[in-house]
């Protein structure tokens, strides 16, 4: 590279990696072969030559975490399949109806995914696919994918089992009481939004009579213990002692989803079993098992997969957007615009909340401590955590959107459309929170 083009500013360098992602999408670049041409870029722009941007790809390769992330999106897959056969479907779907009454489709398609957000899974948006799939039917794909991931993430400003708000209340000195009454309020403002943008327009189309369903065959217990499984193991394992207490690495994140993935699918193989027994056919195990995990559509899944983190491990070796914060920084950017674009920036391109967490908020910190910045502790939070957030919603390399939307075979473009307006009610909400809470002094 010419030396001029060397010397770019960090931020611009990332603007532009981002916006030829963008354009490489746009004329259908597979994604994997898009986001590694990327982060070779990246790696490449951050000065860090040939040879070791060779050692950096093998290092995403050789990277644990992707090999099991890899693992539980195939168990991911395999249990999703059996809870949303058309039988299994159709259980959930009529508890649900009986719970919601005429509304209990629309209620379905919100809360299914809210529910799986609550465990911190990544890749949790495939999961919950099937079911927006079944209860929605054969409508708009793009909508379909906006539902389903835009009701997947409403925990994410404050739930304290996920690692960024955890690293988020630490960076700040905050106890969990007090960071979580604080953005907790993210939460019922993007239902609303979810809500009256999304899926209020579609409510007579959802609506569906208790009379229409088939009647039920006493399996909700069956059907709901897959997933009552994965909860419990995600919330209680770290309790235990096991290889994902004592550290903080990749066994400690994604080690206790893993067993509870392989718990839930034994019960679907025991299910089976019994089934068997009884002299019914066995759907699943063994004929059955694997044909949704190696299918067509799931091997997009893992080269998509393959793709993001790949990306994610080579912006983290460049350390561009550590330099791009520096130099903002220096710049003498206004407290409060440093504060919005830091974190959207690197949501943006990290789609991870560690990612624009950890990146952006020891910037964010250092500004909220300079003498004269006139920034108050919790409207500091409230905003950069709010813009960072609704980068992450809009990245392209988010995993739960790149798996929602490969699942529903949508168009990103018109994904977008969908998802434009609910997340610029929550970038309006940071920025009136922002204003309450300096008005406040907080």
């Not at 109806?97 to 209620?107: C, I, K, Q, S, Y």
């Not at 039920?216 to 309790?239: C, E, M, N, S, Y």
């Not at 990290?350 to 919790?378: D, E, K, Q, R, Y």
Request: proline fraction near 6%.
């Amino acid at each position: 590279m010419t030396s001029w083009l060397l010397h770019l500013p960090a931020i611009l360098k990332i603007a532009l990696v981002f916006a030829a992602l963008l354009a490489a999408l746009r004329l259908r670049v597979p994604l994997e072969l898009a986001l590694l041409a990327g982060g070779i870029v990246l790696d490449l722009w951050a000065g860090r030559g040939v040879l070791q941007m060779l050692r950096d790809v093998g290092g995403g390769f050789a990277d644990a975490e992707l090999w099991m992330l890899m693992l539980m999106t195939l168990l991911i897959v395999e249990v999703a399949r059996f809870m949303t056969a058309r039988d299994n479907a159709d259980e959930l779907l009529g508890l649900t109806v009986r719970f919601g009454g005429r509304h209990g489709r629309m209620l379905s398609v919100m809360a299914l995914p809210a529910v799986i957000g609550l465990v911190p899974m990544p890749a949790g948006a495939r999961f919950s696919a099937p079911f927006v799939e079944q209860m929605a039917g054969g409508r708009d794909p793009a909508w379909k994918t906006a539902v389903n991931y835009w009701f997947r993430h409403l925990w994410e400003y404050w739930w304290p089992l996920y690692p960024g708000v955890m690293l988020a209340a630490t960076l700040f000195g905050l106890n969990m009481t007090r960071f979580t009454a604080t953005l907790f309020l993210f939460t019922p403002w993007a239902v609303l939004a979810g809500y009256v943008l999304l899926v209020r327009p579609h409510r007579h189309d959802l609506k569906v009579e208790a009379a229409s369903l088939p009647p039920p065959q006493g399996r909700q217990a069956i059907v709901l213990a897959p997933l009552l499984t994965v909860l419990a193991a995600v919330f209680l394992l770290p309790l235990l002692p096991g290889p994902w207490r004592g550290h903080g690495g990749a066994a400690a994140k994604l080690l206790p989803a893993i067993f509870g993935l392989a718990a839930a699918l034994a019960i679907v193989f025991a299910d089976e079993l019994r089934a068997a027994r009884r002299g019914g056919a066995a759907r699943f195990w063994p004929a059955g098992f694997g044909t949704a995990a190696i299918g067509r559509r799931s091997a997009g899944v893992y080269l998509s997969l393959l793709g993001v983190m790949l990306f994610k491990h080579m912006l983290e070796q460049s350390a561009l957007l550590g330099e791009a914060a520096r130099q903002l920084n220096a710049a003498h950017v206004p407290a409060m615009l440093a504060v919005m674009l830091l974190p959207f920036v690197a949501g943006l391109v990290t789609g991870l909340a560690v990612g624009f967490i950890g990146t952006s908020f020891p910037f964010v910190i250092a500004l909220l401590h300079a003498p004269a910045s006139g920034l108050t502790p919790l409207a500091t939070l409230f905003l950069a955590y709010g813009c960072g957030y609704v980068g992450l919603l809009l990245s392209p390399v988010h995993l739960c959107l790149l798996l929602s939307r490969e699942y529903f075979q949508a168009p990103l473009g018109a994904v977008y459309r969908r998802l434009a307006a609910p997340s610029a009610l929550v970038f309006l909400f940071a920025l009136a929170g922002y204003g309450v809470f300096t008005w406040l002094g907080m």
